[in-house]
């Protein structure tokens, strides 16, 4: 790796953080006026369409075929942007985007434990350790440091935002059972399936009266907001992020994941918030434990648990702890 790509690997992957980052509060002040379903669509609509016309560009337009893979391209593009999304944005309208990023960034952690339960590859003992005192701070961070459940006012949300977050664990660990499919095809064909179970589910979600449609002036009025979600932080971010693993490397990539939850924090500061003691101390353990645990890693293996492999094109292939917030 030569310092120019370093730094432009840097550049990518601090971009990316930060849209990531942001995705959160935009989130918040767009459900104020359309719906977790209806903005779901109106994200992944266009996203999936942009994704589809560079993959078409980049690999040819044979790429666009899912063919024998459209099956389970649809199943985990299902779980992952649908149930990530329209879950992730229910948790967000009645939490914190603060609350979200820190829950979010614990995605890499998460994984690992996931990979342990159901495929038996056990990390190393600091590692667990470290996912102990994160889960540990997410609990101080969302909780503000009071346990009975009657008081907490948004302890479901905060749940569905992980439960979000789960369906993307499951998203990212299905890329490695088809591993003949580069990561800009798995990520743009399964994009495309995804938004189109999103559309389906918010169809049925109307008819049944849980979900709202917009008028159009609402849509237009947040066009801003939507095209920020759909071009910057679904697609902008997802492509710099891909270049930037490819540039630096897994285990120096995943790090720059602890700058989402610290950009979440400072938009909360820079539009009033006020954080309690008890959520600082918290965020702090998470985001010093997801070091710890990348530090461990390269200890134990000098690797992350689920490295980064080459593709048959000889691209840089992402690896599921890796495929963050999409």
């Known amino acids: 790796m030569t310092h120019d790509n370093g730094l432009r690997g840097a550049a990518m992957l601090t971009f990316t953080a930060l849209a990531w980052g942001a995705m959160f509060a935009v989130a918040k002040s767009a459900l104020t006026t359309i719906d977790a379903f209806h903005l779901s669509a109106l994200r992944y609509g266009p996203a999936a369409v942009v994704m589809l016309a560079i993959l078409a560009l980049v690999e040819g337009p044979r790429a ?6 459209a099956w389970r391209l649809w199943l985990f593009g299902s ?3 649908a149930g990530f999304s329209i879950l992730g944005f229910l948790g967000i309208a009645g939490s914190t985007p603060e609350h979200a990023a820190i829950i979010v960034a614990l995605l890499p952690l998460l994984t690992t434990l996931m990979n342990w339960l159901l495929r038996g590859r056990r990390p190393a003992g600091m590692v667990l350790v470290s996912t102990l005192v994160a889960l540990a701070g997410v609990v101080l961070v969302v909780t503000r440091g ?5 008081e907490l006012a948004s302890w479901h949300a905060d749940a569905m935002v992980l439960a979000g977050a789960t369906c993307w664990i499951a998203y990212t660990m299905g890329a490695a059972t088809l591993p003949q499919l580069s990561a800009m095809r798995y990520t743009a064909l399964s994009m495309a ?11 049925a979600a109307t008819i049944a009266g849980v979900a709202t449609a917009p008028a159009w002036p609402h849509v237009h009025g947040l066009w801003r907001e939507i095209a920020y979600l759909s071009l910057v932080a679904g697609v902008a971010a997802v492509l710099a ?8 490397g897994a285990a120096n990539g995943v790090l720059f994941i602890n ?3 610290v950009t979440a924090f400072a938009i909360g500061v820079a539009q009033g918030h006020r954080f309690g003691a008890v959520e600082v101390v918290g965020a702090s353990m998470t985001l010093a ?3 710890a645990s990348n530090l461990a890693g390269r200890v134990a293996g000098g690797r992350l648990p689920m490295p980064a492999s080459a593709s048959a094109s000889g691209s840089a292939r992402l690896t599921p702890s890796l495929r963050t917030c999409g």
Do not use: E, K
């Open 64 to 69: 666009l075929l899912p063919g024998r893979d």
């Open 79 to 81: 779980l992952g942007f």
């Open 146 to 150: 009071r346990f009975r459940i009657d």
């Open 193 to 203: 399936f995804g938004a189109l179970s999103i559309v389906a589910i918010t169809v």
């Open 241 to 248: 992020w891909n270049a930037g693993i490819n540039a630096l």
């Open 259 to 261: 700058l989402v939850p």
């Open 289 to 291: 434990a997801l070091v």
